[in-house]
């Protein structure tokens, strides 16, 4: 069996910006995000002495389970020493996916599918929308950061079929 054949799709994680990370170093920290999804492991780069760092990096993962969480942990760059944990949180891609699988088309660009709200089982710092963005569904995100005193960072997802993969 190939890979072609558990294959779903991709999924290309935009991730933007950190709003207010902790301080890890003297007056400032060297962020950066790292995302997981099953066994799949991808960084961004680092951003030195920034506590509110624009990474606009798009990080994609194949998917071959829908149920699996993305995992993120913003990490604090160190030269001579572990870098330092500035928090995590965990995204359920399944509203997502249930908005894929509705196979909708031709909605006028903006248009709210889903709604999710934030509440004690995820982390989300506000109101997440999937809505209709060029032609495609998109599902934006500011989430609030775990294990940490403070930070957010926002990201998008975005849905990328691949011709001979099993689909969704």
């Given at each position: 069996m190939s890979l072609m054949d558990n294959l779903l799709g991709i999924l290309r994680v935009h991730v933007k910006r950190g709003v207010n990370l902790a301080?890890?170093?003297?007056?400032?920290?060297?962020?950066?995000?790292?995302l997981k999804l099953g066994?799949?492991?991808?960084?961004?780069?680092?951003?030195?002495?920034?506590?509110?760092?624009?990474?606009?990096?798009?990080?994609?993962?194949?998917?071959?389970?829908?149920?699996?969480?993305?995992?993120l942990v913003v990490y604090d760059h160190d030269f001579f020493s572990k870098d330092d944990k500035m928090g995590d949180a965990?995204?359920?891609?399944?509203?997502?996916?249930?908005?894929?699988?509705?196979?909708?088309?031709?909605l006028p660009d903006g248009t709210i599918i889903s709604t999710i709200h934030p509440n004690r089982?995820?982390?989300?710092?506000?109101?997440?929308?999937?809505?209709?963005?060029?032609?495609?569904?998109?599902?934006?995100?500011?989430?609030r950061l775990r294990n940490v005193e403070r930070g957010e960072v926002e990201l998008e997802?975005?849905?990328?079929?691949?011709?001979?993969?099993?689909?969704?």
């Open positions: 301080v890890r170093d003297v007056s400032s920290s060297d962020p950066y995000v790292v066994r799949q492991k991808l960084k961004t780069k680092v951003v030195k002495k920034n506590v509110n760092p624009q990474w606009e990096e798009d990080l994609t993962f194949t998917v071959t389970d829908p149920n699996l969480p993305l995992n965990e995204i359920d891609l399944k509203p997502y996916i249930e908005a894929l699988r509705m196979e909708l088309s031709g089982s995820n982390c989300l710092a506000e109101e997440s929308y999937i809505r209709w963005s060029n032609d495609r569904i998109v599902q934006s995100f500011c989430l997802l975005q849905w990328i079929d691949l011709p001979g993969s099993k689909g969704l």
